[in-house]
């Protein structure tokens, strides 16, 4: 037994069980197997056919693969993305400098038109003596705040250039599969292309939505953003998702749309349009007139709407009314002319108004001047707690709107120049954004979505 196991143990590797017995070994130093003569001979055969070939294949590396290393088909890529970045930026820079010279103009334009009215102002009445003190102290900050917004457009300008540039960041970059390298033309990170001067609050750009179509009027809860322009609703979750679309009753009997707001207390959407209130309700995503809630004069129209807990405040050309909602039912609470909210009906009338947790905010024009104000009131009981200085300039009616944004700061927005303000009881007035048509707060969350007409811009601040 031990012989025959003795004898396995030096069996060639190669040889077969019958001749392994009758065979001498030897043994390859290399692989440490143990071959008969014979098959020694042919595993250093082999061994030499495959160095051989590892000859061969480091022959053909010099004369095939070496040969096959190319840069020109490196510097020729890099070459016609140097011609189509060139191409793009040249087209982008052309777009930006339209886009700057029509704001440009557009708020030029206004500025002069300020200080011609202004002028003239101061001269009749220097030439007819009819001052007073209260004139002086308002000219004063008219005069200061036109020196103001003069000396802020080059920077604002600027600012809007840049952001505007900032916009070709993402479409001049290689792909990552080219070399394996990934190469930025150059790289810059803001916080937002919002033009905000102050530092008291920071915007944060989260992500933009694309719109299908342009709205000048939204709304918004924690979920979703609300929609609208004459009788179509479309409703867009906040992650960029259409939602829903609805279109509403008959305008020649309800009239078009003209203002949509959010209550967070009675959880559901109004949509006002100037003869009707219409009601939305997410959770069960129907949509209901309010026949209780009408005009009572015929020829009246609504104009703009607003909320306060569980109070509806619904404004007409004569009278604001505020509906109080109890077990599901809508009761006039009260009912205030005009003619106690402006100063003179005859030279003003209210374009908005909205609310916050502290005041309801009016937003006024005079047509005489061609500004806005914003005046504040106190809930209950109604009455003026601030009657705010002139701003900004229209040539048509009906074209401003105000957000409450946060503390008692509000967003203005003038849809005849498209430029965004920041204003509040304490004569704040910046301009702080372009071609923003509206804004609307997400409710309980510090996000504000803004509306540029063709997409969306969401903001955490």
């Known amino acids: 037994m031990v012989e025959s196991n003795s004898d396995k143990l030096f069996s060639c590797k190669l040889c077969s069980e019958a001749t392994t017995k009758n065979l001498c070994i030897a043994n390859c130093i290399g692989c440490k197997d143990l071959f ?5 001979i042919e595993h250093r055969k082999q061994l030499s056919i495959e160095f051989d070939e590892l000859i061969h294949r480091h022959t053909d590396i010099n004369e095939k693969t070496f040969a096959q290393l190319n840069i020109n088909q490196h510097l020729e890529y890099i070459d016609k993305w140097e011609k189509e970045t060139i191409e793009l930026i040249h087209k982008h820079t052309i777009y930006v400098k339209e886009k700057m010279l029509a704001i440009f103009n557009t708020y030029k334009f206004e500025l002069k038109k300020c200080h011609t009215m202004l002028g003239k102002e101061l001269e009749d009445k220097r030439n007819l003596n009819t001052f007073m ?3 002086i102290m308002d000219l004063t900050k008219q005069i200061e705040q036109l ?20 916009q070709i960041v993402k479409q001049i970059s290689l ?23 102050e530092k008291s609050v920071q915007w944060n750009y989260l992500h933009e939505i694309k719109l299908d179509s342009t709205y000048g009027y939204m709304a918004a809860n924690n979920h979703q953003i609300f929609l609208g322009w004459k009788n179509r609703i479309v409703i867009y979750n906040l992650n960029g998702t259409k939602h829903d679309e609805t279109r509403l009753q008959s305008t020649e009997v309800y009239g078009e749309l003209c203002d949509l707001i959010w209550s967070s207390t009675m959880q559901r959407f109004f949509i006002l349009c100037q003869k009707s209130l219409f009601v939305h309700y997410p959770s069960s995503s129907q949509v209901e007139i309010l026949s209780d809630i009408s005009l009572i004069y015929q020829d009246n129209h609504y104009i703009s709407i607003t909320t306060y807990k569980n109070n509806l405040f619904v404004l007409n050309k004569n009278s604001l ?13 009260n009912s205030i002319l005009i003619s106690s909210i402006v100063k003179n009906p005859s030279d003003e009338s209210i374009s908005c108004i909205r609310a916050n947790e502290q005041h309801l905010a009016v937003l006024i024009q005079n047509h005489k001047t061609q500004t806005w104000r914003l005046d504040l009131f106190n809930f209950f009981p109604f009455q003026r707690i601030h009657m705010g200085t002139s701003f900004d300039h229209f040539n048509q009616p009906n074209l401003g709107l105000i957000t409450a944004f946060y503390g008692d700061i509000y967003l203005f927005m003038n849809w005849e120049t498209k430029l965004m303000r920041m204003i509040d009881q304490k004569d704040l007035n910046e301009m702080i954004d372009y071609n923003a048509y509206n804004a609307c707060l997400l409710d309980t969350q510090r996000i504000l979505v803004v509306n540029y007409m063709t997409h969306l811009k969401v903001f955490a601040f």
Do not use: A
């Not at 792909?175 to 001067?197: A, Q």
């Not at 009314?321 to 609470?333: A, C, K, R, V």
């Open 321 to 333: 009314d505020i509906w109080n909602l109890t077990d599901e039912i809508f009761s006039l609470d």
């Open 147 to 166: 020196n103001k917004e003069i000396q802020m457009m080059s920077k604002v300008i600027h600012q809007m250039g840049n952001s505007e540039l900032n």
């Open 36 to 40: 008969c003569f014979e098959h020694l």
């Open 133 to 135: 003190e209260r004139d």
């Open 175 to 197: 792909p990552t599969n080219t070399i394996g390298i990934k190469f930025y033309f150059y790289k810059t990170i803001f916080l937002s292309p919002l033009i905000y001067l």
